[in-house]
């Protein structure tokens, strides 16, 4: 599959106006015509940048910690840790999974997996890595007083890990998996040494391309090569990763010169580029599917009523918000999470058009036509114009009686009231769900009544996802996907909205195939 | 007559000595000393004890740990883990015990001793603070004296409008427009991080603007009032130069009052550069303790409240023994 996100250059300030239009337009079809994103794009002339010894990326949060067995934002610690240690598989630009440490595996039945190993792998102070050492990073991840977090998914249907001979891993599942090796692509590979002995929230030992030379975890991290890295050499022997954690200091880091890649520029800051010659710019579709979780469980809530779960997707113009906050540069979802370039759509569902006297007609015969008050979760400073779209979402619905209340917390205080009481929790919850590889059905998990932070009733979908995640025969997958896919629509457990948008300012001294899924790992970058 | 000159100027024999340390031991009494330290220790316990309570009553750090595709019971199991499932009381009780033993609950984020995390941060947040302090101290203290004694109208008033107008002015958004006219225009500094001394000149001048209108707005007033006292009449009367005067008569006397402005925004530096750290990337403390927040690293926080309630309370016992020096009134 090609990379949906491409690259576009800004125009030369030193071209006639009317050639750099007529440039600008031309290179915006071509563009347009290659990618089928809906991002237009321009190019610069004039002299290259040439980067610099030391390669300056820029993170919008703050690191976590650099353990590999915590998993990871992308924005924060997610690239650096990718950066240091391997997995057994990885995810591609693309966002396929590939080989990493294991270079082939085989389902041998419904409940056992095989993956074969490299034997070429080798920490960065000389120590191989071998497979009793992937052996003992599963049985650390399953234990289940374990502190590292990342295998709590593991344990709901993996078992046991064992390794019969040097270059073979076995996984014996509890449960069937079909996406296994899709969802091992973070579980990071620690010299158990080293883990023994070190604290590796903050000291790391992996077998990737870089290591880490210094870490703040507030401010960001400087790598330098692995001398002992088995697959190719990076184009950059320094990597420097730089938290800036606010809009204006990154467009400050740009506009200065200060970086070579920066992630999560809002759409509307991306014109400030427009006619550098130092910086190409990208505005595209993200991988993730951004929705109004809807909390059915609360008692006498009216959107325990599908009538009302369809008013409220009916009454969002999803087209207005997307227009002006995001700059057209996605599509609402068609109905379902699934949406392509990512993933396979089901043709038969498609987004719920915008239309208020449809919707206004549903709340009148489920009861409600002289309306209610609704309140929405947003977490402050996490999605890309999340306040502006919310407070739009309000006045849309405000048109069909529905007093929606936007309550904009922390973070931490967002996820806390998710995870809290479900009597006490908001009606919705503006959020943003990440499926890191196409074909996971893993990007079904958040949408269950099951999933930690959901709060929908929905039985017969919950069911249909079992049966995905058992099914081996690839048509009875295909078709449980699409009973699935229009199950959730016509229940509407969710408010359908939009794709995330991906957004970059690239140097053109750098050379990056752009990663929609934001993780920024330094051995992709290349000189240009 | 000027309480500094009433001090002997130099001790010329064994007893003349003793006699004028005991004239600067005043302040300095154990009864003295051991009052306010024993008030330090109650205001930083106090502190600690809000924060605590604060802290963890309103949220659980284990959620924020749980990865998003874990199975619903693993929120359970790291809170339970992490210890957050007894009650607040039961927690604070234990906690005080591992303080009392010198033992702090570990970092959640960093895994470790939160005491060396915050201690190795204190010294970026000095360093910049001492760069504020003293350019907000050299400005104000300037712009206030050309405001009290200045000769036209334009020194008296045009410097401290400036100053005022400043004092209006939200740090973050001052350090965002420095930022864009001194790096991002100009290109004279860095944009990012703390780059050697450059890097220090970007938040250190940030920051001393938040001084600069509170310094020469006191020190102008304590200037003026100095000014109509009658010492200072007096020796107008005695024909003394203008010049004279001020240095002698009256500067020495306006500092008191200045000094404790400066001693609490001082203190408030320790903690309360937050802002100016984390718009600038500055290592400090204040950007620490904002981040740890964020990520609800509680004991971590913890220890970011104490080191800086404790540096405020040593800040201002020694600006209160200053003060005390330099204007002994102030010792009754």
Known sequence: MNNPLRRRRSLAAALTAALAVALAATLAACAADSSGSPSASQEATGPRPTAGDQLRLVLSRQLTSVNPHKGGSPDSQGAVVGSVYEALTAISPETEVVPSLATSWKQLSDLEWSFTIRTDAVFSDGTPLTADTIVWNFQQLLDPNYKGTSGAPLRKFVGSVTSPDPTTILFHLTAPAIDLPGRLWNDYIVDPTFAQSHNIDTESLGSGPYKIDQLDLENGATLSLNPHYAGPKPQFSSVKYTVLASEA?????????????????????????????????????????????????????????????????????????????????????????????YQQEDPDVKAYPYDPKKAKKLLTEAGYADGFSLEVDVPSGTYVSADLASQAIAAQWAEVGVKLTITQTPFPAWIDRQYGDVQKGADLVYIMWGGQYRDGFQLFDPFTSDHIQSDVVAPTFDDLVRRLQAATDEKAQRELVDEAVQNYYDEAHTVFLYPSPFTAVISRAVTWEPRPSRYLYAQEVGRA | MALLDARPAAPPTLTALVAWLRGLRLPLSPRYLGGRLLTGLVAVWGAVTLVFFALY?????????????????????????????????????????????????????????????????????????????????????????????????WTRRVPLSIAVALDGIPTFFFGILATLVLAVWLGWLPATGSTGPLGLVLPGLTLAVAFVPAVARVFRTALVDVLHADHVRTARATGIGRGRLLRRHVVGNSLGTTLNVVGIQAGVLLGGAVVTESIFGWPGIGQLSINAVQNRDYPLVIVCVLVIAVGFVLINLLVDVLAAVIEPRLRS
């Not at chain 1, 969002?316 to 370039?341: R, S």
């Not at chain 2, 499932?85 to 702090?104: A, K």
């Open chain 1, 249 to 341: 200091q990154r467009v400050a880091a740009i506009q200065a010169g200060e970086a070579d890649i920066v992630l999560n520029v809002e759409p509307l800051s991306l014109d400030a580029f427009e006619d550098s010659t130092t910086y190409d710019t990208i505005l595209g579709v993200g991988p993730q599917p951004l929705v109004l979780a809807i909390n059915e469980e609360k008692t006498g809530t009216p959107l325990a009523d599908v009538r009302v779960r369809q008013a409220l997707n009916y009454a969002t113009d999803k087209k207005t918000i997307i227009h002006g906050l995001f700059k057209d540069a996605v599509e609402p979802l068609p109905g379902q999470v699934l949406f392509e370039p």
């Open chain 2, 57 to 153: 009553s309103t949220g659980n750090p284990a959620l924020l740990l749980v990865a998003p595709d874990a199975p619903p019971e693993e929120a359970e199991r790291l809170t339970r883990l992490m210890g957050f499932d007894r009650p607040v009381p039961e927690q604070y009780v234990t906690f005080l015990g591992q303080v009392l033993r010198g033992n702090f609950p570990d970092s959640i984020r960093y895994g470790a001793d939160p005491v060396p995390i915050a201690l190795e941060r204190l010294g970026a947040s000095l360093e910049l603070g001492a760069v504020g302090l003293t350019l907000g101290v050299l400005v104000g203290g300037t712009i206030g004296y050309l405001s009290a004694t200045g000769r036209s109208v």
